[in-house]
Every structure is written in C-alpha cells, then in structure tokens.
C-alpha cells in the first residue's frame, strides 16, 4: 500500500476486488449447479437403460437354452454374441452409474496404510495377474493416508491392470509404485515400461470412454481413468501423465496430507 502512487483510490480498488471475488464465486455456484444436473442426467439415463439391456440380455439366453439342439450353430454362435455384448452394456452402465455416485466425505475417510491399498488391489486383480508375467517393486516409504479406503483401492486397482493391459507384447511388464515425500502432499506414481501414450492424447484418456487405439487387443471400456480421476478429486488431489510413445508411462498423483477435501 505504501508504495502505490498517491492517485490511486485504494478504497476503489478494494471495492472493485471484492465485487470481482463476488462474481466468481457466483460464476462458481452456478458451474456446480450445472455439473450437478450433467450428473444427474447420466445416472437418470444409465439407470434407465438397464432395465432393457437385462430384458434383451434375458431373451437371448432364453433363445439359446430353448433351441440348443434344434438351432442352427452359427445363428447360437450369434446369440452368445449378442448376450456378450450386452453384458459389456451392462458393465459399462453400472461403471457410469459408480462415476455419478462417487463422493468423499471426511466422516467416511480414515488412515489407512498405502501397502494395505496396494494389496487389496493385487487381490482384486488375481485373475489379471495369474495369467500374465510381470514384475512389480513397491517403494519401501509407502505412508499411511487419510482416504476413503474402497475408493483408493480402486485407483490403485485401476492404474496397476492398465499397467499390465498396455504392456508391450515382447516385453516383461515392469511395474513400479513410487511414492515422493513432500510437505503439503503426498506424490505417488505408477511407472511401466509398456506401449506409451502420445502426447496428443494425454488428456484425451482422462475423459469418458477415452480408449486409444495404442493396444487393440487389451479390454476394457474407458472409464477407468475418469473414475480414477475424480476419486482423486474428490480427495483434494490431481492426477496426470507422464509418457513417452513406445517407451513406457508413469501415472502420478497427489493426495493432500490431512484432510480428505
Ligand atoms: P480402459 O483401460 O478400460 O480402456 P481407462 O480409462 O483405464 O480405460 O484408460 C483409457 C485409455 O488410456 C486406455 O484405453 C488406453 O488406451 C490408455 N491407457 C491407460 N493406461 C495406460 C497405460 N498404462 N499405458 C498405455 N496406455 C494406457
């Protein structure tokens, strides 16, 4: 203040910040408010959506069990088709219907031991796991966080079977999990030596059904990352990528140190 010409009229210019900190936060409110309405229009349209995907999924078996033996084989090769894509449907709408339901609330966040997460998510990824080699290293100076623990679980979940998911075919998956100390927030990453992701689409893969075409083989939907992506949100923190095309790719994101948001 004291180094300001004397023309200036500080009392102008406070009046002018706080309008200013007024119309933002007003801009703010009105940005939640829509983004409540985005959410509740993708549950209302996922939610409504299953009840004739279970009723066509229901048929087909119905058709395939009733005409097993008097059905043509490539009309029942077909029908398994058609059921297998709908399950995929239906998979894809209780994913979008968890991505509208994910809330974090301090009362529902406790300290949990990040080796404790990682192993709960390796046990939901037996499957995955038992069928493929990889290598993995866990950073020995895992901390504890304070987190909704099912949802953390999912994230590690999610960045460690991509990891697998876009590995190279003639390489051994090596997989790392990091963790960098720092004052404000807890830094922790995912590195693999797999497929790699352009530049370009960096962002893209953050974002509803943001599938590339970097590895045509690996299932899945593209709701991964956007789930992932705003667990760590909601816990008050980022994620993002670091990768280079064929070379491999690093997830890293933050957690604030004490609260959950
Ligand atoms: P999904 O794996 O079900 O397709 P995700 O949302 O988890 O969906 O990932 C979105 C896309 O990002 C994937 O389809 C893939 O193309 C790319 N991707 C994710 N993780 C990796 C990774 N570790 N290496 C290379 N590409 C990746």
Redesign the pocket.
């Known amino acids: 203040m004291e180094n300001l010409p004397s023309n200036v009229d500080v009392q102008a210019l406070i009046q002018e910040n706080i309008a200013l900190k007024r119309k933002l936060k007003s801009k703010e409110l009105l940005l939640d408010q829509k983004n409540a309405e985005i959410q509740q229009y993708l549950y209302t349209v996922s939610h409504e959506l299953k009840t004739p995907i279970s009723s066509m999924r229901g048929y087909s078996i119905l058709l395939q069990d009733f005409h097993l033996n008097d059905m043509n084989p490539e009309i029942l090769a077909y029908l398994q088709k058609i059921a297998n894509n709908l399950d995929q449907m239906d998979q894809m709408i209780d994913n979008l219907l968890d991505y509208t339901r994910i809330e974090v609330t301090q009362e529902e966040c406790e300290e949990v031991d990040c080796e404790e997460l990682i192993h709960d998510a390796l046990d939901e990824l037996n499957y995955l796991l038992q069928q493929n080699q990889y290598e993995l290293t866990i950073a020995p100076n895992l901390p504890t966080i304070f987190c909704k623990r099912s949802l953390m679980v999912r994230v590690f979940t999610?960045?460690l079977?991509?990891?697998i998911?876009?590995?190279k075919n003639n390489e051994l998956p090596r997989i790392e999990v990091g963790y960098i100390p720092d004052e404000i927030f807890h830094k922790f990453y995912?590195k693999?030596n797999?497929?790699?992701?352009a530049p370009a689409?960096k962002e893209?893969?953050?974002q509803i059904f943001?599938?590339?075409?970097?590895?045509k083989e690996?299932?899945?939907?593209?709701?991964?990352?956007?789930?992932?992506k705003r667990i760590i949100e909601k816990h008050g923190g980022e994620i993002w990528?670091e990768?280079v095309r064929g070379k491999?790719?690093t997830?890293f994101f933050t957690l604030p140190r004490r609260s959950c948001n």
Not at 194 to 197: E, L, S
């Open positions: 999610n960045l079977s991509n990891a998911k876009y590995s995912v693999d797999g497929v790699g992701i689409d893209k893969i953050f943001g599938r590339l075409n970097n590895k690996a299932k899945g939907n593209g709701l991964g990352l956007i789930i992932s990528v990768s491999g790719s997830f």
